[in-house]
C-alpha cells in the first residue's frame, strides 16, 4: 500500500510539475516562430492591431524590404478607396505612398488573409512575403500560411511587433497578453480541428 501511495505522489507531482511547466512556456511556444526579415516581395500587415502592425509594416517597407504592402482586415462595407482608412493614412503618414498600399476587404479570419494573400501573390507573381503581427499570434500564423501556401513555390517569414505588454516567460502577469494567449490557445485548438 505504502509503494502505490509513493507512485501515485509521483505521478501527481509530475503531472504538476508537467502542467506548470507547459503554462509558464505558452507564451514563449506561441510567439516562437516569429523570424528575421529579409528582402521579399510583398510586406503583409495584419488586421485587428491598434496601430503596431501598421507601424511595423511601414519600418519594414522604409528600410526597403518590399516596394508592396497588403493591409488586411479592413472592413469592404465601410471601406471606400478615395477615402483611405485610418490605418492606411498612418501609414502615408509613416512615408509609405498611397500606390505601394493594397487593400484587401475581402478577409475576415487568419485564414482568410493567408489564401486570399496566397491567390494576390499567384496574380501578381510574387514569391515571397513577410507577414507582421503580434507576437502571440505566431504560431497559429505559421500552421496557418504554412498549409495556405502548401504545394506551392511560395515562401513567407512571419515578424513580430513589438508591444511592450509582451514578455513571453512573464505573459500571465498583463492583462492584455494574459487575454491575447488564453484566446490564442483557444483559436489553435479550433483552427487545428477546422483548417488543419
Same mark, same amino acid.
Given at each position: 500500500?505504502?509503494?502505490?501511495?509513493?507512485?501515485?505522489?509521483?505521478? $501527481?507531482? +509530475?503531472?504538476?510539475?508537467?502542467?506548470?511547466?507547459? %503554462?509558464?512556456?505558452?507564451?514563449?511556444?506561441?510567439?516562437?516562430?516569429?523570424?528575421?526579415?529579409?528582402? @521579399?516581395?510583398?510586406?503583409?500587415?495584419?488586421?485587428? /492591431?491598434?496601430?503596431?502592425?501598421?507601424?511595423?509594416?511601414?519600418? $519594414?517597407?522604409?528600410?526597403?524590404? =518590399?516596394?508592396?504592402?497588403?493591409? &488586411?482586415?479592413?472592413?469592404?462595407?465601410?471601406?471606400?478607396?478615395?477615402?483611405?482608412?485610418?490605418?492606411?493614412?498612418?501609414?502615408?503618414?509613416?512615408?509609405?505612398? !498611397?500606390?505601394?498600399?493594397?487593400? /484587401?476587404?475581402? +478577409?475576415? @479570419?487568419?485564414?482568410?488573409?493567408?489564401?486570399?494573400?496566397?491567390? &494576390?501573390?499567384?496574380? !501578381?507573381?510574387?514569391? +515571397?512575403?513577410?507577414?507582421?503581427?503580434?507576437?502571440?499570434?505566431?504560431?497559429?500564423?505559421?500552421?496557418?500560411? =504554412?498549409?495556405? %501556401?502548401?504545394?506551392? =513555390? !511560395?515562401?513567407?517569414?512571419?515578424?513580430? &511587433?513589438?508591444?511592450?505588454?509582451?514578455?513571453?516567460?512573464?505573459?500571465? !502577469?498583463?492583462?492584455?497578453?494574459?487575454? %491575447?494567449?488564453?484566446?490564442?490557445?483557444?483559436?489553435? $485548438?479550433?483552427?487545428?480541428?477546422?483548417?488543419?
Amino acid at each position: 500500500m505504502k509503494s502505490f501511495l509513493k507512485l501515485f505522489l509521483f505521478i $501527481l507531482l +509530475s503531472a504538476c510539475g508537467a502542467a506548470a511547466a507547459v %503554462f509558464f512556456c505558452l507564451g514563449f511556444l506561441l510567439s516562437l516562430y516569429a523570424g528575421n526579415p529579409e528582402k @521579399t516581395d510583398v510586406i503583409v500587415v495584419l488586421g485587428g /492591431d491598434n496601430g503596431l502592425r501598421v507601424r511595423k509594416g511601414a519600418e $519594414l517597407y522604409n528600410a526597403g524590404y =518590399s516596394s508592396h504592402i497588403i493591409l &488586411t482586415g479592413i472592413d469592404e462595407r465601410f471601406y471606400s478607396p478615395a477615402h483611405p482608412n485610418w490605418r492606411e493614412r498612418r501609414m502615408m503618414t509613416l512615408g509609405v505612398p !498611397k500606390k505601394a498600399i493594397r487593400v /484587401d476587404t475581402q +478577409s475576415t @479570419t487568419t485564414w482568410e488573409e493567408a489564401v486570399n494573400t496566397s491567390d &494576390t501573390m499567384e496574380k !501578381k507573381g510574387w514569391k +515571397s512575403a513577410l507577414v507582421v503581427s503580434d507576437p502571440p499570434h505566431m504560431l497559429r500564423l505559421h500552421q496557418t500560411w =504554412s498549409r495556405a %501556401f502548401e504545394g506551392s =513555390s !511560395k515562401k513567407f517569414i512571419l515578424v513580430s &511587433t513589438k508591444p511592450e505588454w509582451w514578455h513571453p516567460f512573464v505573459w500571465w !502577469k498583463n492583462k492584455k497578453s494574459w487575454q %491575447f494567449v488564453i484566446n490564442e490557445i483557444k483559436k489553435n $485548438l479550433f483552427y487545428s480541428v477546422v483548417y488543419y
